[in-house]
């Protein structure tokens, strides 16, 4: 794709993005964010705190299971915690040409998936955990590209990576239904 014709990332939120007060990792704790967005009370957090705790899971995980936060919201905060993006993958429009940068099964794997190209050089990249340097390396050298994480919610990452499941297979198809054409041409001619 040339990269001079892509269209550069918009960052109102009207476009689905939105982004964190500040970049770089917040030293706040996700509960505290959690409180400060007006998401949930200090009790329902420690409670959830304790819950997570006991239960060796994620305190956003608890908070979203008991109903006190959303997938969405969690995803926000999560943004928040990390300094980077967040994306509503119901708003943004995926440019395709990114997304089809990355095979579906690598996509599904990292739970990411590139959405847009920022410039010439960055894409950026629809994720459930900003925190996977490793996820992020490898998709800056499967692409080519720099990476610019954004955090979505996890269903939503999932519906797009199905998606680029069902495009590839309907290329895959075409191809083999091609070469299946191909050497009948051939024998007729012959």
Known sequence: ADNASMTPVQ?????????????????KQIGDIVVNFGYASREAVEAAIAEA??????????????GVLTPDQLARVI???FGVDHVDLNIFRVDM???????AATAKRYSAVPVGFIDGRT???????????LAIDDVSLMTGYDVRPAVAVQEDVTALIARLNQL?????????????AGPEVVDLRE
């Not at 705790?53 to 008991?66: P, S």
């Not at 040409?97 to 095979?103: F, G, Q, R, Y």
């Open 123 to 133: 894409l950026l990249v629809a994720m459930v955990d900003p925190g996977n340097v």
């Open 53 to 66: 705790a006991a239960t060796h899971r994620r305190t956003g995980e608890v908070l979203v299971d008991r």
């Open 79 to 81: 943004a928040e915690r």
């Open 168 to 180: 590839e297979d309907v290329t895959v198809d075409d191809v083999l239904q091609d070469e299946d």
């Open 11 to 27: 960052t109102a939120s009207s476009s689905g993005i939105t982004e964190p007060s500040s970049r770089g990792r917040n030293p």
């Open 97 to 103: 040409s990114a997304a089809n940068l990355m095979p």
